[in-house]
């Protein structure tokens, strides 16, 4: 059974259980009920098949998205109707921002945090440099006052052992402190600057993301980079330990802008904004993430220390007592990396308590930027994106058969999230099972989905297109990506004509995992 969105009309399959219920669209987000479309075929057979038809169906209404079920998109058709000059583009998109944007505040909350945050992280550089010290220390002092064993021990053989004791204790204490001092010289890889998408080639993407910045009050980005995942970043290149900001660089993911519409991507790109005005957090983030990083290398880093030990640990003349003192130097110097481990798990917990509240605040700009309707469609959008993806990953990159190869693969995966009813079902329960921790450096979906509903923004940017619109040749960058995907996991033998087209990957998708038969 068809219907169709009085409002935007998009088409969508619907089983007959669902028909006379209210649903609401997911590309404009319009509530209305549900009414077959005037000269559908199956319009006039609903009655007569009803009940055969609940039969076939392996999946109830009820576990649709609203009872709907999107149907598989007309793509060349949709292009042409969504074809539109960049002059027009532009216009319209300036345009689109009615309303002033209030600014939101950072909290009290937010403040607070960040100064326990930054109080912490401060004090453990200073624990670990004690520690240094204090290790340094004990290895002079036992050098200097410990020698009485070796002169103080009677006969030859037990002066010689503890002669070795004195020494294999002061050398190992030596190489302890070197193993904790070599971090402290690791300033991570320098940040080059990066070539990503320019003014000139994308005039319409940074255009609207000029305006967009403007609105939150946001840096312009320099360059935009397009990636592979399903997600999206802003950050400043840096160097000097963070210290030195240099071009700001927007990353953002090619299944959003092939699988969400304008709406949906412009509050994402408005949230990782809002991240830039909280000027002190950022700054903040900057030191913490690198000190972290910094004690991460210091507990997995391997180390000229480790090597040594090692060797002498696997003497290969098997001598005893080189294998012992190996052995001890390693036990010093894995109870040094314990250490540091705690500090570092100290570290990120602390950390991620400021790094969940930026993102509550950076919330309110993607909300307050697009409504809290449409934070919350992105958000489960988010979800179904990423099942979309794991999916379609694994059906061009893991199986040996050929006939899940499309020559667009964004367009798969998003198709993939449009069609298959089981891909929403699983992003309701991830959201509803999620569970939140102390580690983790965002807060659960479900606890940002109801600070947007308590705040009903209605939003001021509203543009009913898809997020592909505001790159050009989005579909002919999406081929030639999909292509470099294959040749790099196949090999540059591949052969291109081996490539479905989206409607025949899909076709084969849905007979395989017998989705006809869900499907009223």
Same mark, same amino acid.
């Given at each position: /059974?068809?219907?169709?969105?009085?409002?935007?009309?998009?088409?969508?399959?619907? #089983?007959?259980?669902?028909?006379?219920?209210?649903?609401?669209?997911?590309?404009?987000?319009?509530?209305?009920?549900?009414?077959?479309?005037?000269?559908?075929?199956?319009?006039?057979?609903?009655?007569?098949?009803?009940?055969?038809?609940?039969?076939?169906?392996?999946?109830?209404?009820?576990?649709?998205?609203?009872?709907?079920?999107?149907?598989?998109?007309?793509?060349?058709?949709?292009?042409?109707?969504?074809?539109?000059?960049?002059?027009?583009?532009?216009?319209?998109?300036?345009?689109?921002?009615?309303?002033?944007? &209030?600014?939101?505040?950072?909290?009290?909350?937010?403040?607070?945090?960040?100064?326990?945050?930054?109080?912490?992280?401060?004090?453990?550089?200073?624990?670990?440099?004690?520690?240094?010290?204090?290790?340094?220390? #004990?290895?002079?002092?036992?050098?200097?006052?410990?020698?009485? %064993?070796?002169?103080?021990?009677?006969?030859?053989?037990?002066?010689?052992? &503890?002669?070795?004791?004195?020494?294999?204790?002061?050398? &190992?204490?030596?190489? %302890?402190?070197?193993?904790?001092?070599?971090?402290?010289?690791?300033?991570?890889?320098?940040?080059?600057?990066?070539?990503?998408?320019?003014?000139?080639?994308?005039?319409?993407?940074?255009?609207?993301?000029?305006?967009?910045?403007?609105?939150?009050?946001?840096?312009?980005?320099?360059?935009?980079?397009?990636?592979?995942?399903?997600?999206?970043?802003?950050?400043?290149?840096?160097?000097?330990?963070?210290? !030195?900001?240099?071009?700001?660089?927007?990353?953002?993911?090619?299944?959003?802008?092939?699988?969400?519409?304008?709406?949906?991507?412009?509050?994402?790109?408005?949230?990782?904004?809002?991240?830039?005005?909280?000027?002190?957090?950022?700054?903040?983030?900057?030191?913490?993430?690198?000190?972290?990083?910094?004690?991460? =290398?210091?507990?997995?880093?391997?180390?000229?220390?480790?090597?040594?030990?090692?060797?002498?640990?696997?003497?290969?003349?098997?001598?005893?007592?080189?294998?012992?003192?190996?052995?001890?130097?390693?036990?010093?110097?894995?109870?040094?990396?314990?250490?540091?481990?705690?500090?570092?798990?100290?570290?990120?917990?602390?950390?991620?308590?400021?790094? !969940?509240?930026?993102?509550?605040?950076?919330?309110?700009?993607?909300?307050?930027?697009?409504?809290?309707?449409?934070?919350?469609?992105?958000?489960?959008?988010?979800?179904?994106?990423?099942?979309?993806?794991?999916?379609?990953?694994?059906?061009?990159?893991?199986?040996?058969?050929?006939?899940?190869?499309?020559? =667009?693969?964004?367009?798969?995966?998003?198709?993939?999230?449009?069609?298959?009813?089981?891909?929403?079902?699983?992003?309701?329960?991830?959201?509803?099972?999620?569970?939140?921790?102390?580690?983790?450096?965002?807060?659960?979906? &479900?606890?940002?989905?109801?600070?947007?509903?308590?705040?009903?923004?209605?939003?001021?940017?509203?543009?009913?297109?898809?997020?592909?619109?505001?790159?050009?040749?989005? !579909?002919?960058?999406?081929?030639?990506?999909?292509?470099?995907?294959?040749?790099?996991?196949?090999?540059?033998?591949?052969?291109?004509?081996? /490539?479905?087209?989206?409607?025949?990957?899909?076709?084969?998708?849905?007979?395989?995992?017998?989705? !006809? #038969?869900?499907?009223?």
């Amino acid at each position: /059974m068809k219907i169709a969105c009085p409002q935007c009309n998009k088409q969508y399959k619907i #089983a007959p259980a669902a028909l006379g219920k209210k649903v609401t669209c997911r590309q404009c987000n319009h509530q209305f009920v549900s009414a077959p479309i005037a000269g559908d075929p199956d319009r006039t057979n609903s009655r007569s098949g009803r009940s055969a038809k609940k039969k076939q169906t392996a999946t109830p209404a009820g576990e649709f998205e609203d009872g709907l079920l999107p149907l598989p998109p007309s793509r060349r058709s949709l292009a042409r109707k969504n074809a539109v000059s960049p002059e027009k583009l532009n216009a319209e998109l300036s345009q689109a921002f009615r309303g002033d944007f &209030a600014r939101p505040r950072i909290t009290i909350a937010h403040r607070l945090v960040g100064l326990i945050v930054a109080l912490l992280m401060l004090l453990l550089p200073v624990i670990y440099l004690s520690l240094i010290v204090g290790i340094g220390y #004990a290895t002079y002092w036992h050098t200097v006052n410990d020698w009485v %064993w070796v002169v103080n021990v009677p006969g030859g053989r037990a002066k010689i052992l &503890a002669g070795l004791v004195y020494g294999a204790i002061s050398f &190992a204490g030596l190489l %302890w402190v070197l193993s904790l001092i070599r971090p402290l010289f690791f300033f991570g890889h320098q940040q080059h600057e990066q070539t990503g998408l320019s003014r000139e080639e994308e005039p319409v993407l940074f255009a609207f993301t000029d305006r967009l910045a403007e609105v939150v009050g946001s840096p312009k980005p320099d360059v935009i980079n397009l990636s592979l995942d399903v997600n999206a970043s802003a950050s400043y290149q840096t160097t000097w330990f963070g210290l !030195r900001r240099k071009q700001f660089c927007l990353t953002l993911g090619i299944p959003l802008l092939a699988g969400m519409t304008l709406n949906q991507v412009s509050g994402v790109i408005a949230h990782e904004f809002g991240h830039f005005s909280q000027s002190g957090s950022m700054f903040l983030d900057r030191i913490i993430r690198r000190i972290n990083f910094w004690f991460a =290398n210091a507990v997995y880093g391997e180390s000229s220390v480790d090597d040594f030990s090692n060797e002498l640990m696997h003497d290969e003349d098997g001598n005893v007592l080189v294998v012992l003192f190996g052995f001890f130097t390693f036990l010093l110097v894995g109870f040094g990396k314990i250490v540091l481990w705690c500090l570092m798990m100290i570290g990120h917990g602390v950390s991620c308590t400021l790094m !969940r509240r930026m993102e509550y605040d950076a919330d309110r700009y993607g909300i307050g930027i697009v409504g809290s309707e449409v934070f919350e469609a992105t958000s489960r959008r988010l979800i179904e994106l990423s099942l979309a993806q794991h999916i379609a990953g694994d059906l061009a990159f893991n199986t040996l058969r050929g006939d899940h190869l499309p020559n =667009n693969f964004p367009e798969f995966m998003t198709a993939i999230a449009n069609t298959d009813p089981r891909i929403a079902k699983k992003a309701k329960k991830i959201i509803k099972k999620e569970q939140s921790s102390w580690f983790a450096s965002h807060p659960t979906t &479900a606890a940002r989905v109801r600070v947007a509903e308590r705040l009903q923004a209605p939003g001021i940017f509203n543009v009913k297109r898809p997020a592909s619109s505001l790159v050009t040749g989005f !579909r002919g960058k999406s081929k030639e990506i999909t292509q470099l995907l294959y040749n790099l996991h196949y090999g540059d033998s591949f052969d291109l004509d081996s /490539m479905r087209t989206v409607d025949e990957a899909i076709e084969v998708y849905e007979n395989t995992i017998g989705q !006809r #038969a869900a499907v009223v």
